[in-house]
């Protein structure tokens, strides 16, 4: 049996890889929505969201669907919601929100294909966590092609600079990610 351990640095060494944009991410997308509302307790999950490059029309990324979902209490994602997702082959893991051990701590999952490629990862949280930040990051990536652009060149980079280190690659570009997110909030401020 596989540790926890080892299991995180299995999927921590899986390899990064950039691809064209996809144009069946989106119906990837809402095809999951509609299979975590039909097996999870309505009661514990709340809104379902499609955010991250695969959520930006037009912008390479990895060929992963992110999926942010509202979850009422996350102590319930881990005694109801964590138990009926592997039961259907999804990787679970109970992760913190920055570094190797920052607080607060989510419920996440990730959902392979049948060649054992990641297609999904869902990332549980409760409505005041900051993760919700990140689909101001995705709108304003919509709204600003140039900036976009920006940011797949830059993921390209730095996917080939740590093809086999997802960590690397993800701490490496965060302040990018971080810089356009604090963009992002000004501009909703200006707007509203």
């Given at each position: 049996?596989?540790?926890?351990k080892?299991?995180?640095?299995?999927?921590?060494?899986?390899?990064?890889?950039?691809?064209?944009?996809?144009?069946?991410?989106?119906?990837?997308f809402?095809?999951?929505?509609?299979?975590?509302?039909?097996?999870?307790?309505?009661?514990?999950?709340?809104r379902?969201?499609?955010?991250?490059?695969?959520?930006?029309p037009?912008?390479?990324?990895?060929?992963?669907v992110?999926?942010?979902?509202?979850?009422?209490?996350?102590?319930?994602?881990?005694?109801?919601?964590?138990?009926?997702?592997?039961?259907?082959?999804?990787?679970?893991?109970?992760?913190?929100?920055?570094?190797?051990?920052?607080?607060?701590?989510?419920?996440w999952?990730?959902?392979?294909?049948?060649?054992?490629?990641?297609?999904?990862?869902?990332?549980?949280?409760?409505?005041e966590?900051?993760?919700?930040?990140?689909?101001?990051?995705?709108?304003?990536?919509?709204?600003?092609?140039?900036v976009?652009?920006?940011?797949?060149?830059?993921?390209?980079t730095?996917?080939?600079l740590h093809?086999?280190?997802?960590?690397?690659?993800?701490?490496a570009?965060?302040?990018?990610?971080?810089?356009?997110?604090?963009?992002?909030?000004?501009?909703?401020r200006?707007?509203t």
């Amino acid at each position: 049996m596989e540790t926890l351990k080892q299991k995180i640095a299995r999927v921590l060494k899986e390899e990064v890889a950039i691809v064209a944009y996809d144009r069946c991410w989106p119906e990837m997308f809402e095809q999951e929505r509609l299979h975590l509302l039909s097996c999870l307790p309505r009661d514990l999950v709340k809104r379902i969201e499609h955010f991250g490059s695969t959520a930006v029309p037009g912008l390479s990324a990895k060929p992963i669907v992110d999926i942010l979902v509202e979850v009422k209490c996350l102590d319930e994602t881990q005694k109801i919601i964590a138990p009926i997702l592997e039961a259907q082959g999804y990787d679970y893991f109970w992760r913190p929100s920055w570094g190797d051990d920052t607080p607060p701590y989510y419920a996440w999952f990730i959902k392979r294909n049948t060649d054992g490629y990641r297609t999904h990862h869902i990332h549980m949280v409760e409505a005041e966590f900051e993760h919700w930040n990140r689909l101001l990051f995705r709108d304003y990536l919509i709204d600003h092609p140039n900036v976009a652009q920006e940011y797949a060149r830059i993921k390209k980079t730095l996917s080939d600079l740590h093809r086999g280190d997802r960590a690397a690659y993800t701490q490496a570009k965060s302040d990018f990610i971080r810089e356009v997110t604090d963009k992002a909030m000004r501009h909703c401020r200006k707007t509203t």
